[in-house]
């Protein structure tokens, strides 16, 4: 609408500039003269105003731009108001800004934020604690070529960022450091590094006071054991009630005897963090020998126990602790499975992706439970898993053992018809050994 007045009342102007020069000049006898200077004027005036605006464009140190009368007083309102407005903008974006900078301030973590080819763009006074990464002195360089610790290194190659990753402080040695990368905008990463010494200490305390407790309770259980066998040697001769409370303590010496043993199990899947996972595995030999030790188990209820085995899916990993997820999933399958029911147990490549699942139509699982089954000593029913020696420990094993085998555990499960569990390998752990 501006616009438009404008190239109007520019048109209109010199239309009656010319206009007059045509009437003076034909009344006078001297019509070119006349255009001639009214031109001349007419240019003289829009180079002033041109001549005005260029210096204080580049000479004028005010903001403001120059005032002026007709459509030239009209372009320096426009330009003005131009002006104001992105005054305006650039006042909130600063504001913005110093918002965001006060807030990555006030975080107790260290925050960097990095370009896609990770190179850092800004980090706090965290980070410079933490990582000993500096703004801006370390603006414009990679995070790598700070931080080079191989496994930290490793970790910004393989490019996968959805679990966080732990590291020793490159500031402090006694500080263990998590570091998390999450997409920051379109084409950034941000780089969270959280102190988490205080929790690695009590973990570590946790890890060592269970695995020290797990093997001093092991000789004496072997002592009480070794008692009851001796009683149960002459146990025809003993009260039959004496000879009902020795197979109870024996039941319970059992029970506690696989509690600890499993205990260590966890123990050692946890201190084993930095052993080799590039060993080639034989998998169908090793569920082939799973299912063999399934039918010796099976020997009191009976399931009809059935396999599919692809002889040619191998994987990469530690045997020992693939063989106890496995065996844990195919044991809950026996356990709370009803005598007689049906157990499918299978090793296949599906959308080529390896998976090993086990299929029962027991009892199931209501949904509010499958979330916590993970959880250590967590169980869906006390007294049953009592009658068949289920500690809650088994599939915080799995677990575990899945994370470091880069797997995942999912359950699939319907209340009253039965439950499938799959240990799902991902991608990459197939494509390693090709």
Not at 35 to 63: C, D, E, N, R
Not at 151 to 173: H, R, T
Not at 191 to 200: F, N
Not at 296 to 323: A, R
């Amino acid at each position: 609408m501006y616009l438009k007045e404008s190239t109007t009342r520019l048109y209109s102007q010199l239309f009656f500039l010319l206009a007059i020069g045509v009437v003076l000049g034909v009344w006078l006898d001297l019509l070119w003269p006349f255009l001639f200077i009214i031109s001349i004027g007419f240019l003289l005036f829009q180079y002033k105003q041109v001549t005005k605006f260029a210096y204080w464009l580049w000479q004028s140190k005010s903001i403001s731009p120059p005032e002026s009368g007709g459509i030239w007083g009209e372009i320096f309102e426009g330009l003005n108001r131009k002006i104001r407005i992105q005054r305006l903008k650039q006042k909130k974006l600063s504001n913005q800004v110093r918002f965001f900078k006060d807030g990555a301030e006030a975080l107790p973590d260290g925050a960097v934020v990095l370009s896609e080819e990770l190179v850092i763009l800004w980090a706090n006074t965290k980070a410079f604690d933490l990582i000993g990464i500096m703004h801006p002195g370390d603006v414009g360089q990679r995070i790598d070529n700070l931080v080079r610790i191989p496994a930290f290194v490793k970790y910004l190659a393989k490019g996968n960022f959805d679990e966080p990753f732990s590291i020793v402080s490159p500031v402090d040695y006694d500080l263990q450091i998590e570091i998390r990368l999450m997409p920051y905008g379109s084409d950034q990463f941000l780089l969270l590094a959280r102190d988490i010494s205080q929790v690695h200490r009590l973990e570590t305390m946790r890890r060592d006071f269970v695995a020290n407790v797990s093997h001093e309770l092991k000789t004496p259980l072997t002592v009480v054991r070794g008692y009851l066998e001796m009683f149960e040697v002459g146990s025809d001769d003993l009260n039959p009630s004496w000879k009902k409370a020795f197979t109870t303590m024996e039941g319970q010496v059992s029970r506690m005897d696989s509690l600890v043993e499993q205990l260590l199990q966890l123990s050692r899947v946890e201190d084993s963090q930095h052993s080799d996972l590039n060993q080639k595995l034989y998998m169908p030999r090793l569920v082939a020998n799973l299912i063999d030790d399934a039918q010796w188990l099976n020997k009191d209820k009976q399931h009809q126990l059935s396999s599919e085995i692809d002889g040619s899916l191998d994987i990469l990993g530690i045997e020992s602790e693939i063989k106890s997820a496995c065996s844990n999933l195919i044991a809950n399958a026996i356990n709370y499975t009803p005598s007689g029911g049906e157990i499918a147990i299978s090793w296949r490549k599906i959308d080529g992706i390896a998976i090993f699942s086990v299929k029962d139509n027991g009892v199931g699982i209501k949904a509010e439970h499958v979330n916590r089954l993970t959880e250590r000593f967590y169980r869906v029913d006390s007294s049953r898993s009592r009658d068949t020696g289920g500690s809650g420990l088994g599939l915080a094993i799995v677990k575990h053992v899945l994370q470091r085998h880069n797997a995942k555990l999912t359950i699939e499960s319907t209340w009253g018809k039965g439950s499938v569990f799959s240990i799902v390998f991902l991608q990459q752990t197939i494509d390693a050994i090709k």
